[in-house]
């Protein structure tokens, strides 16, 4: 079974789909916001991506948030509440941890169904 | 192919379910506890969420255990070696990482098979 | 059906596939060496371990990467980027984060398609 990429560089895809499995990881694209800037524009980037794999926001089955300040979470946690389907949360965590790019506030590692 | 999921909040679920693969996150529940009563008391959570989704602790993938203290690793696998029943051990990784419950001194991300 | 481990311990398995997913955890061997060293010693694991299973590295879905400290990035960049056969690239993260054992520079976690 071909495994399907989008955004795909030396180093990393952008996505890559698995029969029905799907793994992404999306960064911030402006490096001067504040973290909620930072997170609407990785979530909507999510959404972009799963999209592109044929799924929705509404199919996640786990995430990982990657905060550079744990302390961020409240003013993730306020936009990822807004931008999940009602009744779709996926299993979830959230850790602080340093990233390679120190000006992105978060990354979010995403497995979703297709 | 549906998701199925229990413990749906608008944040997270405790655990989804997709055809073969099952996806958790499981945070203890004492919070003044030490280590090892929390260890177990996560170990016994992931046990009840993969029983609801139809798996058991034998059916483990690959298990993510984030420390609060990394130094509390010989505390975790003292509890983790006795609870692992013997030749299901699966794939696993140790880090330490901020979480962002103060109180919790571990949480654990699990990916099973049905 | 079935799960299939190598390397299995009482505490983890060196891997363990299930169906078209494969899942493993990959440690360095020489611990005094330095991060490019570590690294590849890290990635030629990967690779053994995914040729065990019936994979390869052109076969990778998403890994990541931990570091002990996170400015080796570049270095192991620079061994990854010559690894990956090109157009093969998974998704991908990398972040900084204490590891059991102190001398390990870094592990990598890696989720694979057979």
Redesign the interface.
């Given at each position: 079974?071909a495994?399907e990429?989008h955004g795909?560089?030396?180093?990393?895809?952008?996505?890559?789909a698995?029969?029905?499995?799907i793994?992404?990881?999306e960064t911030p694209q402006t490096l001067d916001a504040n973290v909620a800037t930072q997170t609407r524009e990785v979530l909507a980037g999510v959404e972009k991506l799963l999209e592109q794999a044929g799924s929705d926001k509404s199919?996640?089955?786990?995430v990982?948030i990657?905060l550079r300040d744990?302390s961020d979470?409240i003013a993730v946690?306020a936009v990822?509440?807004r931008w999940?389907p009602?009744?779709?949360?996926?299993?979830?965590?959230?850790?602080?941890?340093?990233?390679?790019h120190h000006d992105f506030l978060l990354?979010v590692?995403v497995?979703a169904?297709r």
């Open positions: 079974m495994i990429r795909t560089t030396q180093r990393y895809s952008d996505i890559c698995y029969g029905n499995s793994y992404l990881v199919r996640l089955l786990m990982t990657y744990i979470a946690n990822w509440d999940v009602r009744g779709t949360a996926p299993a979830r965590i959230c850790i602080e941890a340093k990233l390679t990354e590692a497995i169904a």
